[in-house]
Every structure is written in C-alpha cells, then in structure tokens.
C-alpha cells in the first residue's frame, strides 16, 4: 500500500492530476449550483410529458444517478440515449437533454439535430465547443467553465453534469431539489473525500483497491443505487483500464448467478462488490444476503459495502467518492496514468479516417 500513502510518487503517475479532479467535486457542484441560477426554462417545459437523456459514456452518468435515486418521485418517463437516435416518441411534449461535456460529441450531435426536427424541448448542459454555441443561438442550456476539472476528464466532472441535470429536473418541476439537498450533498461530499482520501492511510477504498490485482470486478446494487454501481463500473473500465461491469439486484438474481460456476478461473479472476444500504426494501436486503452466499459456494470474492449515509441522494454521493478513489487507488497500484484512455482516442481518430 505503499504508493497509496506517497503523495510524490501517486503525482508521478498521476501526470493530469485527477486526483485533484476528485478532490474538487465539491467546488464543482457549488460553482454549477451559482451558475444554474441564471437558467431560464420556458413555462411550457413544465409540461413535458417525458424526458430523454442524449449523451455518451461519462455525459450520460448524471442521469442514472437521477433516474435511481428520484425513481420514486419523478413524476414522467426518463430514458438515456446513447445511441445516435432517439426513441421514436420523441415529439412537442419531449423533453430532451443534450448532455456533452466537451460540446461535440458525434452521436450527441445528431440526436440534437434530430430533436430539433421532432420540435421537442431541448435544454444543453456543456462546457462549450458545438453545444454551447447552440446555447448562445437561443436554445435554453448551462455552459460551465472546468476550472474543478483539473484533468479535464468528462468522467472526472461529475459535479457539474449531475448538479446541472438536477438543476433542469427542478426547473421543469420533475423533481423536488432545493437549498438542502445541496448541503446533503457538499456535506456528504467533504466527509467521504476525508474518509477515502491520500491523508488517511488506511481506509476502505484503499483495502479494495488491493484486491483488485488480476480480476476483473462485478459491481452489484439494488434500488437508490443501481446508477451509482454503473458509475464505477465506467469509472473502473477508464481510470483503471480494468474490465468491470455493474448489475441490478433483483434482476441479476434471475441470470447472473448461475454464470459464477463456470469458467472454472472464476475464483482465480473475478471480485464482486455490492453496495448494500438500509435504505433498501426489506426483500431486496434478503436478496443481498442470499446472493452473498451463492458467491460463497462458488469461491467468488466478494466484498460488501455497507452504505451509512441518512438519504438515498446522500448514499449515491458516499458511493461516488468510494468508486472515484478506488478507480484511482487502483491505477496507482498498476502504475498507470489514470486519465489517458488510449484505446478511445485511437477508436475515435480511426472512425476520422473512415
């Protein structure tokens, strides 16, 4: 664990400094929050009949978060494209969330041009580049600078993206969000960033981080925090180049488990971590514990965490800084850079070329 505790040696590998990207998830939540004030939305958004999400890979996070932890409230249908077209339903009464954090994503773009043809409702959340000039052409939107983005990673910028999409959710009245909601979040935001980070040596995110060396790792929640099992999941895949995927309990309680048994290497190259919460329903706490055992039976390693935080919006922000620092712990481990991603500039250079 060594590395992990050796803030000269993690700045050597951590060339983009997305350490501080982590750290500064509170500023950015607040900058966004300040600048969100300034959004006007016409009265008819207000009517929406359901909502579509456009965005890819990191831009398209804030949304599962929302639609896991709000599931119980929102008051329309919300689906995420990520594709380069939107559901045929989309018309007048859609609303439509043009999420690109660098502002010039292809398939966000097409969508975009779609929606526009289908006269839905169209609202941008960006930083700049083709979406931002979309802004400054009249469509309602938040352009948010990336100074509490030191690494410039969209993944690494979740702060604005999912205060920015909430800000929307609240303005269009699908959601009730306000002044303490914020403090739930920057509260539990500058506790866990504590808990999780280089100053304490031994901490949780660090202990699992070790158990990471040669596996690949399934990610497993239920609930509140289904969104938040996904958000690690693409956060393990980037920042630690590691194969990692994420699963719904109870849905994986019907398929997955009867995968564990074969290839026989499964014990020797598979970790299962399950975010367990109180605040689940009472079958889906029963399902956590038979699940456990099944992994038991098939020595599957299997690490269980506990979420502590009061509120479902407080429990997803306790699990976006554990999965934040054990992407990064992990990479350090392996002695990768954490923000270059090299297989996804070499896909998107050669799509240029065809």
Known sequence: MSILNNLNEIKKLDSQNMLGSIELLGAQVKQIWEEGKKLKLPISYKKVKNVVVAGMGGSNLPARIIKSVFRQELKVPVEISNDYLLPEYVNKDTLVILSSYSGSTEEVLVMAKEAAKKKAKIVVVTSGKYLAKMVKAGIPGLVFATNNNPCSSPRMGLGYAILGQLIIFKNCGLIKFGDKDLQTILKTIEKYTNLYGI????????????????????????????????????????????????????????????????????????????????????????????????????????????????????????????????????????????????????????????
Do not use: W
């Open 199 to 354: 100053e304490t040596k031994d901490n949780l995110a660090k202990r699992v981080s070790l158990l990471l060396k040669n596996k690949a790792v399934i990610f497993m929640a239920g609930e509140h925090l289904v969104g938040s099992a996904h958000v690690v999941a693409n956060q393990m895949n980037e920042n630690n180049k590691r194969l990692a995927v994420s699963f719904a309990i109870p849905e994986l309680n019907h398929h997955l488990l009867e995968g564990m048994k074969l290839p026989a290497s499964n014990p020797k190259n598979i970790l299962t971590v399950i975010f367990n919460s109180d605040l689940y329903d009472k079958r889906i706490v029963k399902r956590v514990e038979v699940t456990r055992n099944i992994l038991a039976q098939n020595n599957i390693a299997n690490v269980e965490y506990l979420l502590a935080e009061a509120t479902r919006l407080g429990q997803a922000f306790e699990a976006l800084i554990f999965s934040s620092y054990l992407s990064f712990y992990g990479a350090m481990l392996e002695g990768l850079d954490p923000t270059a991603i090299p297989y996804v500039d070499f896909f998107k250079e050669q799509l240029k070329k065809k």
